[in-house]
């Protein structure tokens, strides 16, 4: 018997990288995986949390409990240390208007310019959250470490991708292919840790 799994995004890099990732960790043929396009009459949930964690687990439990499907979320972001840790859980709307990844990375380059290379060390994070139905509820997390360029280089991947540079890498995020990338992301920690739960919890 096929289960659907919703996947509480409407980003498609997002869907399509996850069902990569997931895929990858062994989820088989019998879990079909649809993003939240595929409802639109819901609408989407305001990340009020203060973690990455809070803000997963709200995704998946609105989405969760407006389909009755089990439900899969993540809230990822980039945390830079000379910043404190931000843009972190505001990665998403760093300039002020959600999901304009360029103006975001503009911003953020501004923010930075007269740091020093030994000094630009930050990390993608994310959580990953499974909701059921019923209520019960998983969460994992990953870390991608590595140090910030000055300017941005690569076509591939999206948001900050174009200047985070891993620690066991000389290329950016965005110049890896989707295998290399899934292989190290912090999206790919997560969910690979994760997708173990959600094959147990779907059976």
Known sequence: ??????????????????????????????????????YPEIPDVKETGTTFAENALLKAR???????????ADDSGLCVDVLGGAPGIFSARW???HGDDQANLDLLLAQLSDIDAPHRAAHFACAAALVLPDGTARVTEGRLTGTLRHTPAGTGGFGYDPILQPD???????????????AISHRGKAFRALAPQIAELLR
């Open 1 to 38: 018997m096929t289960r659907r799994l919703v996947l509480a995004t409407r980003n498609a890099h997002k869907v399509t990288e996850l069902r990569a990732i997931l895929a990858e960790a062994g989820l088989g043929p019998d879990v079909e995986l649809v993003g939240a396009d595929a």
């Open 62 to 72: 609105a989405l969760a409990e407006a389909t009755g499907l089990p439900a899969v």
């Open 95 to 97: 300039a002020g208007r």
């Open 168 to 182: 066991t890498e000389t290329r950016t995020c965005a110049e890896l292919t989707p295998d290399e990338k899934n």
